[in-house]
């Protein structure tokens, strides 16, 4: 199921009994349970809500690409560090 609406969101969380949020698969490992439960597309819920570069603080809806995070970031000499530094780095032309 994909989901493009907060409000469709809350519905399915709330009417289902199991559910795997995945998003683009940056982090597979965190979406390969073996259970039985329905899969939760959120990469429809994407975008920045809020960025404040002098405050080092940004909130991203859970579909956003890290590739988007990146470029907004960039603009501000800023980097995500948990990502390591090969993503850091600018990309090269």
Known sequence: MKTTQI???QE????????????????????SYKV???SLDLTGL????????DEFTFT???GTRLSDV????????QY?????LHFSLPLQP
């Open 80 to 84: 995500l560090p948990f990502l390591g």
């Open 60 to 62: 991203a809806l859970a």
């Open 7 to 9: 409000s469709q969101l």
């Open 36 to 38: 039985d439960c329905e």
């Open 12 to 31: 399915t969380v709330r009417s289902s009994e199991r559910l795997m949020a995945k998003g683009a698969g940056s982090k597979p490992a965190l979406s």
């Open 70 to 77: 990146k470029a907004a970031l960039d603009e501000h000499n």
């Open 46 to 53: 994407s975008g920045m809500m809020e960025y404040q570069p």
